[in-house]
Every structure is written in C-alpha cells, then in structure tokens.
C-alpha cells in the first residue's frame, strides 16, 4: 500500500483527498518511481477545479516530481532500478509516494542536482526553454515583458534571461516581489498595482515597445500585454491565472499593429525523449554552475498529507518561487 491524493468532484483546494492506493506494476514502457519530492504547479490548480477537466472522476493530481527508480517495464532497457530521475509530463497521479511513469519522459539527474531542486525546476525549467528557445529565440541584449516574474516559473526566466544576457522586464504584485525578481535578473519591474503596465513599458523602451510578451496571467493582463507590443511583435499567451482569456476578436490583433499570437503548451514542444534530454541538460547545467538558483523556501515545502493547504497558499499569492509535497 501507498498513500497519494486524489478528488472525487472537481472545485477548491477542499475537495483533495489524503488516501491509501494499492499501486499497480509498470506496464512494459513504464517505470515505477518512488518519489521524493513533488512539485506543485499552478496548472494542477486548473485541473482540481476544472478549468482543464480531468478524463474522468475520481482523479489523481500532479505531472512532476523527482524519485527514484524501483521497478522496471519489460520493455524499457536504458533506466535501471536504483536511478536517479526527474519528471515533468507524466499522466495525473504525481501527488503520490509511488508513481508510475512512461520511460521516454523521464530525466536523469545528474549527481549535482538534488530531488528537491528537480522537483521545483523541472517543469517551469522546461517551460522557460521552450518560451526562449523555440516559441521565441530570445537575443542577447533584447528587451521584453515577462508577466509574474515573482513566480515559480518567473524567477527561473528572470535568472536565464539574465544568463542569456538579455532585458527581462517582469510585472509584479508588491514591492517585496518586485525586489525577488531584480534579485533574480531581472532588468527592471513593474508594480502593476500602483504603476500602469503600459506606461511603464513606454518609458522602459523609449517609446518603442517590446517586440515579445510572454503572459501566464490571462484575463487580467490581456490587453496591457497586446498594448506593450510593438508592430508585428508577438504575444505569447501561456498560462490563466486570472482567468482564461476568451472571446478573443481577432481585429484586435489588426488594429493594434499587426501582432502574432500564440497559445503554447509544453506538451507542443517537449515531445520526444530527444528533446526533453536536450531540454533538461540546459537546465541542469544552468542550475549546476550556479547560474539558476532553484533553492525552495522552507516554509514552502508541505508534507503530502497537507496538499490542501499547499493549494489555499499557492492560490493566495502568498508563494515566491516553486513549493512542494515531500512524501
């Protein structure tokens, strides 16, 4: 027996349930996984309530964490039991002591990088390079907007923009996370709760504008985003913690200056094991030599039986950087 989270409807942070499963055995392009550090994600949030509905109830939570390998497949030959690996794109049931994971989406760690450094970087890593890689091949010396730079996923682009030499200008709530991203890398910031995110970017840009967006907000900043584009620039619009963006009219895009947009997921990007080892070897030699620090706060690290309360603090914009569940 095991213990791991699942829910039964879909809603708050309340409806997530602390239970024993009897954990099957791999099929034969699996491995088993005894995790030791799960990473919490503000897609999982999407999940438990339904914005991104799970294929059916009850339903297991999470797609990422760091363990080791205890049980093979019959078909897999290149992971041996006793290894060290990361995930970031398995099915739901990540929220879990023991999880069960397609082969061809597993990481190896390297000896440098512990469980917990994985378990909070894996995913929002993955998802930083794929955004300045492939969505949009970020420049040394270019300048864009980053919304929720004080974010999980935020503090890792500010510190990779700051490696790629480039000017991240990243949207924050506070002071205090206006502080965390400059400390990160960040070019400079804006207090969208007492500075206006447009004006802002203007004054930045000497009138020019920023040519990418990248928004994980949705709602909320959706047209500050489209109105800091310069002609022809590109929004990338990959995430809703507002709310979704819906409704869209497309002459929008006309009338402000002929804008790209593009709704990216990782799962578009990172799909062979090919890609994700060459997308994990950047990121784990960014956090090996220092240039990415992924360090979890204390007080952001919940036992997997309080996966409730980790919800309610990740919804309470109370978190700075990544948390997570340590079984």
């Not at 205890?70 to 739901?92: C, D, F, H, P, W």
């Not at 502080?179 to 990160?184: C, G, H, M, V």
Request: aromatic share 8%.
């Amino acid at each position: 027996m095991a213990k791991h989270i699942e829910f039964s409807a879909t809603g708050g942070p309340e409806v997530l349930r602390y239970c024993e499963f009897t954990p099957t055995d791999p099929a034969p392009d699996e491995v088993q996984i005894e995790n030791k550090a799960i990473g919490i994600n503000y897609i999982d949030t999407y999940v438990r309530s339904g914005l991104y509905p799970p294929a059916g109830l009850p339903s297991r939570l999470g797609t990422e964490a760091a363990g080791v390998v205890t049980k093979v497949g019959s078909n897999v030959s290149y992971i041996k039991i006793g290894e060290r690996v990361a995930y970031a794109q398995s099915g739901l049931g990540a929220y879990s002591e023991v999880h069960n994971v397609p082969a061809n989406k597993l990481a190896i760690l390297p000896d440098a990088i512990s469980f917990e450094q994985a378990a909070a970087s894996l995913l929002k890593g993955l998802t930083v390079y794929y955004l300045f890689y492939q969505t949009h091949k970020v420049q040394a010396g270019e300048t864009f907007l980053f919304h929720a730079a004080a974010g999980g996923v935020g503090l890792i682009a500010c510190q990779w923009a700051k490696a790629l030499g480039a000017k991240l200008i990243g949207t924050v709530g506070s002071d205090e996370k206006a502080n965390l991203a400059k400390a990160a890398g960040a070019w400079q910031t804006i207090n969208y709760n007492r500075e206006n995110i447009v004006e802002r970017v203007l004054e930045l840009t000497d009138g020019k504008k920023v040519d990418v967006v990248y928004d994980s907000v949705g709602q909320a900043t959706w047209l500050d985003s489209l109105d800091s584009l310069a002609p022809r620039g590109l929004m990338v619009s990959f995430g809703n913690a507002s709310g979704p963006v819906t409704g869209v009219n497309v002459g929008l895009l006309n009338q402000k200056g002929s804008l790209f947009l593009t709704r990216p997921s990782l799962n578009g990007y990172i799909t062979t094991h090919e890609e994700l080892a060459e997308a994990s070897k950047t990121l784990f030699d960014f956090i090996a030599s220092g240039k990415i620090n992924v360090d979890v706060r204390e007080n952001q690290k919940f036992p997997l039986s309080e996966a409730v309360r980790a919800h309610r603090t990740l919804e309470s914009r109370a978190t700075h950087g990544s948390s997570l569940l340590i079984p």
